[in-house]
């Protein structure tokens, strides 16, 4: 069945940086383009970035943009998102979740179970 | 603009209907999808594309749209639907992704 296991997370200062990984298994990882997206506590969900299947096509949200790089290792089965630059507003659980292409939309149907980070000083 | 709006709070009794809406300019170009998540865990997808349904989800979940809304029907709302839930869709550009607020469901 397919699994995502995020990892990496902790406490780090404000400024430090930090990256997650988030190990894929039970499905082809290279068919599929893989996101981030984390929650605040007590906070709504928001999209972080997506990486595209080969490596290409990333995007990233405007908050993160510049600061954060998602990236990923087909040989591995690992999706990466180094944080640089970290804030005390990156502080949230952080999601991987892969994106199906079906039809004209892309859902996020997998997701894994999170890692926390927090920014304090 | 790259928001998708949903209201912060919707009840429901037990057994009734309930639609749940999310409105954004991007939902005139693309389709939105739905999650409920409940608290401590992750995120589960039970609507996409026009009016899909994953594997598991119970039919009364349905989707629909107009214009530049979109929305989450549940029909005969049970208890264990009582979550927080959100919609979400690709931005302007078609590149990147957005989430609406949430709204949390609350079923009496």
């Known amino acids: 069945q397919v699994q995502l296991m995020e990892s990496g997370g902790g406490v780090v200062q404000p400024g430090r940086s930090l990256r997650l990984s988030c190990a894929a298994s039970?499905?082809?990882?290279?068919?599929?383009?893989m996101h981030w997206v984390r929650q605040a506590p007590g906070k709504g969900l928001e999209w972080v970035a997506v990486?595209?299947?080969?490596?290409?096509?990333?995007y990233y949200a405007d908050s993160v943009k510049g600061r954060f790089t998602i990236s990923r290792d087909n040989s591995r089965n690992t999706l990466y998102l180094q944080m640089n630059s970290l804030r005390v507003e990156d502080a949230a659980v952080y999601f991987c979740?892969?994106?199906?292409?079906?039809?004209?939309?892309?859902?996020?149907?997998?997701w894994g179970q999170g890692t926390l980070v927090a920014v304090s000083s | 603009s790259s928001e998708l709006t949903q209201d912060p709070a919707v009840s429901v009794a037990l057994g009734q209907t309930v639609r749940i809406t999310c409105q954004g300019d991007?939902?005139?170009?693309?389709?939105a999808n739905w999650y409920r998540q409940k608290p401590g865990q992750a995120p589960i997808l039970v609507i996409y594309?026009?009016?899909n349904r994953p594997s598991g989800i119970p039919d009364r979940f349905s989707g629909s749209s107009s214009g530049n809304t979109a929305s989450l029907t549940i029909s005969g709302a049970q208890a264990e639907d009582e979550a927080d839930y959100y919609c979400?869709?690709?931005?302007?550009?078609?590149?990147?992704?957005?989430f609406g607020g949430g709204t949390k469901l609350t079923v009496l």
């Open positions: 979740a892969r994106e199906e292409i079906v039809g004209p939309t892309t859902p996020l149907h997998y």
């Open positions: 594309g026009e009016n």
């Open positions: 039970g499905f082809t990882f290279t068919n599929y383009a």
């Open positions: 990486v595209g299947f080969d490596g290409s096509n990333n």
């Open positions: 979400n869709s690709r931005d302007s550009s078609g590149n990147r992704r957005v």
């Open positions: 991007s939902l005139g170009r693309f389709y």
